[in-house]
């Protein structure tokens, strides 16, 4: 229902108004993102141990929501750290306005990743 009422409630703004829908979407801030990116740990203890350190670190210094791992909050991006569910793996996700920043943000959360334990970026 909410794709469909999306769609007729977009198609009515561009209908009635005097802007195309690309220049809808050019208007729209650009953001930079990493995919998916999993790191690998030797046992699951280990990859608990690594975020739970993560956790404290994070929160101790950041601005941070600490549901299923922790997200950390910048004015212009975020970080997500996250313990796999099902194999001795952490997850990372990070996305940025900038290109720059998306690279420190990266940096910041592997750095210190690699400070509580050994991980391993999967190929």
Known sequence: DDAIYAAARLIRIIA??????LDYTNELTHYYSTPETRLETESDEEKFKI???????????????????VRLQFDDGWGLIRASNTQPVIVVRMEARTEKRLNEIKDLIINKLNEFGKIKVED
């Open 16 to 21: 009635n108004g005097t802007k195309s829908i």
């Open 51 to 69: 975020v739970n350190q993560a956790v404290d670190f994070f929160t101790a210094n950041y601005n941070c929501i600490t549901i299923d791992g």
